[in-house]
């Protein structure tokens, strides 16, 4: 699948819009207070990072469930998720790369 198509059935224009989405579901599932999503860098680690969010690995398993209910990804093991959540560069590959499962 071309990444036009993936982008369409995710319901966004662009990667960049999916990128926004991504950081606001993470602001709303762990209730990050005072943080906007175009605050938060895209490029770095958001769990445990240097970033705004200071997140930690029960944050992590709340937007795996945020993700599947969401976008219809899962994260089906600690390996995947450390991977997929490296950065929101890297979290926005995985929504887009992944097998849709049922919401």
């Known amino acids: 699948m071309d990444l036009e198509q993936a982008l369409k059935e995710l ?8 990128i926004f989405k991504l950081k606001a579901l993470v602001i709303k599932a762990c209730e990050v207070k005072d943080v906007k999503p175009e605050d938060v860098p895209t490029d770095v680690p958001f ?3 240097p970033g705004p969010l200071k997140l930690d ?3 992590a398993m709340e937007i795996a469930m945020e993700l599947r209910y969401q976008f219809g990804v899962e ?3 600690a390996s995947t998720a450390a ?3 490296q950065s929101f560069d ?3 590959d995985f929504v887009i790369n992944a097998p849709k499962v049922k919401k």
Do not use: P
């Open 11 to 18: 319901n966004v224009a662009s990667r960049d819009e999916l």
């Open 90 to 92: 890297t979290l926005a």
């Open 83 to 85: 991977q997929a959540m």
């Open 47 to 49: 769990i445990g990072g």
């Open 75 to 77: 994260l089906k093991n």
């Open 57 to 59: 690995s029960l944050d």
